[in-house]
Structure formats: C-alpha cells, structure tokens
C-alpha cells in the first residue's frame, strides 16, 4: 500500500491503536498506523510486562460486559495466532464490610453469570494461605480472569495486521494544525506526509499534547509506580496456579504473581502525581518503595524482605470519571478521538476497538458514557 491515501490512518499503536488497526482491516478497509516510539515501547501505557484481565467493576455492567467480551475475543485471537499471551491465574477481590464496591461486584457477576465463588475468610486462609487477611472480610474469587502479557499481546496484535495488510511505521505525528473542518493530512517529524480519509488518535497519555485545545485539561496523566519482587527459590507459592492476582479496592492495592521468572507484581492504584509521557522521570522514588515493603509486611509478608528485581514507572491517563474517552473529534468532522485508559482500559483493546469501528461506521449508538461532553475538567473518580 502506498503511504498516501489510506481509507484510515490510526496514530498510536498502544493496545487501542492496535486493536482498532487490526479491525478496520479485517473489514476490509485499507489502513496505515504509526507510533512515535514503537508498539508496546516502555513509555506507553500498553508497554508493561503484563495487565490483569476481571470482569468485576463494583455494580457497573457496562465495563463487566466489556471485559467479558473482551476476554473472548482476546482467547479466539491467540487461539487463532498460537500465541499463549493470557496466563489464566484467576483473580481474588478482597473485601471488607463496609466495602461495597467489592460487595456490588459479587451481585453483578452473579447477574451477567459470569463464573465466581463467594470465599469467607477461612476459606481465602486455606486456599491462598500466602496471602495476609488483615482487615479482609470476605474474598469474590473470579477462575477465568487472570493476566495479559501486556507489550507482547499488543505486538502481537500487530504482528496479526501487518500480516494482513496494515501499513506499520515508526515515526511521530506532529499535532495538526489547528482550524478547519477536514483533515487531509498528517504530517510526521521525518518530514512525511500521510494522507488519508479518515484519522484515528489513539495517543494514550499523549492526547492532551496533540489536541491541547480540547483535551489539555481533560486527560490528566498520572505518574504510576509499579515494583517487581523476588520471591525465594522454590517458592512456588507465588507462582500461578498457588498465587491468584488480588485486588483490595479500599486499600487501592494490588498484585500479580511470579509470571515467567519477573518476580511477584505489587502496585497502587491510587492516582501519582501529574506526569508527562514524553519527558517524565521514570525512577521510582525511595519513599515509594518503603512504602510497598511495608505493605508486602501484611499482605505478603514472606516477601517482606525479598530483592527488589525491577520496578517501573508508567503512566494513567485518566478522564475526570475513568470513563473511556470513545468519540468524533469536536471540529474536526474525519477524525476519531480514542483514549483515556485510566488505568483499566487495557484488556478492553478488543471491545474498544469494535466499538470505535462499529461507531465509526455508523452501526452502533454512541454510548453518552465515552463522550467528549462528558470529559470534565475536574476529577471524580467513579470507575475502577
Ligand atoms: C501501572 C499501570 C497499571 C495498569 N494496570 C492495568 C491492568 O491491570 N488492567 C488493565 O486493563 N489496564 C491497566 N492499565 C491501563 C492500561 O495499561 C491502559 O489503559 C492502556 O494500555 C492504554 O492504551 P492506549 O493504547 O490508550 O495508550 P498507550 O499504550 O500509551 O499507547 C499510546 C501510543 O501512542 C503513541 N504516540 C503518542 N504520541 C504520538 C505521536 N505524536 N505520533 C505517533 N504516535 C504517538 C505512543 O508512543 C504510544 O505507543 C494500567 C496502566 C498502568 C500505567
């Protein structure tokens, strides 16, 4: 395919970018995706070792739905491609009474009958006798849920399009200029130009760089620290299938095990400090890591003490309710704004990408929930 005149040129190739390459092309369209660093680069959201896949979301259907579609779809890819990028380690929320999030979520995984057990304590202490249950009073165990080898799903993903057909390149994208109803045009920091009918940004964190007018201060990226521990030799117990991911939605915590020799994955979920993508400082701080010893003193203690192997620092980038951002650009009548991961949006890649070729393509209603309008400029956190 030549560089000019794709009918869809998509900027970004993190798990967004991706997915909606990968089927816009499958429906036959042609299709050019760039990105400034390369898919599934350690500065990207989607560039992680690995992101845990569970259908609990409190007591909203909308993103059980999507994730369990989601997951679907990401077992026909890899059934399809050979690739073994989900590690079915099953996911334990750890809740407390007062916890309703964790309470609302067990009632709507019942109702969409997607598989879960209700564990008492007692029970949690038998089955997962690693993990420490201080101010824990019931657990929801979800069996089919597990982990996303994260840079490699989505390379894997774009192994998949270029195959069949996509145009992939490096380079970045030069904001475009602002003004105008069509855009004919992108022009990259290489000096070239890429034409194309209609434009897909799936820029992540970098959104608000490209489109500062409009989402500036509508996307607010967050600095994200995660640490890798090294549990001893032989200590299977934080292997999977011994050791789930867990999550405790109070205490905004979470880890993953020991997956192919990359150490126990603990990290929090609250929202860092304010970063940029491009330019941040990606050293996680001392305090931090205090911090995540301590913690691993209740809720793992037989890793208190274990070496540090790696720790990372990515970034959120959030909408003021952790709502996708899934919507036409406000001015611009051929481009597609597609972001705001907000520190879940990687196992939905498949249900976003249908969803953005589906609205793109005239044959979905939008959902008022992934509106621009709806992107305020204040944050209040409702989704996690
Ligand atoms: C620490 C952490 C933990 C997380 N845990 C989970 C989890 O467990 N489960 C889950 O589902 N989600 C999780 N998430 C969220 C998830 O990773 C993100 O929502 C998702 O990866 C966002 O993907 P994206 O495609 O929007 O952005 P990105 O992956 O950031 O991709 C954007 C791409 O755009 C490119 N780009 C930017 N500017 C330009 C330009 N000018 N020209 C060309 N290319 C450009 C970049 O190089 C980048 O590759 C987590 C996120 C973090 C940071």
Known sequence: ??????????????????????????????????????????????????????MGYGGDTLYTRWAARSLELWQEFFRATGDTLLVKTGVLWLGT??????????????????????????????RFPQIGLDRVSFGVFEPDSGVLLARRSVQAVLKDAVGSGVHYLT??????????????YLRTRSGKEIRGDTFVFACGAWLPQIFPEILGTRIFPTRQEVFYFRPPAGAFQFTSPAMPVWLHHEEEMY?????????VKIASDRHGEPFDPES?????????LREMRAYLRCRLPELQDSPLLDARVCQYENTSTGDFLIDHHPEIDNAWLVGGGSGHGFKHGPAVGQYLVERILDTTKPEGRFSIERKLQVQQRVVY
Do not use: C
């Open 280 to 288: 941040g400082d990606r050293t996680v701080s001392k305090r931090s």
């Open 1 to 54: 395919m030549k560089m000019s005149g794709a009918d869809f040129v998509v900027v970004g190739a993190g798990v967004f970018g991706v997915w909606t390459a990968h089927l816009l092309r499958r429906r036959g369209h042609t299709v050019a995706l760039i990105d400034a660093h390369g898919a599934g680069n350690p500065r990207s959201s989607s560039g992680d070792e690995s992101r845990v896949i569970r």
């Open 171 to 184: 380079d970045a994208v030069v904001p475009p200029v602002s003004g105008g109803s069509r855009l004919e």
């Open 255 to 263: 880890a993953l095990p020991d997956i192919e020799n990359r150490g």
């Open 97 to 126: 009474d007062s916890d309703l999030y964790t309470q609302q979520l067990h009632d709507t995984l019942a109702g969409e009958r997607i598989a879960h057990e209700k564990l008492s304590v007692p029970e949690i202490a038998a």
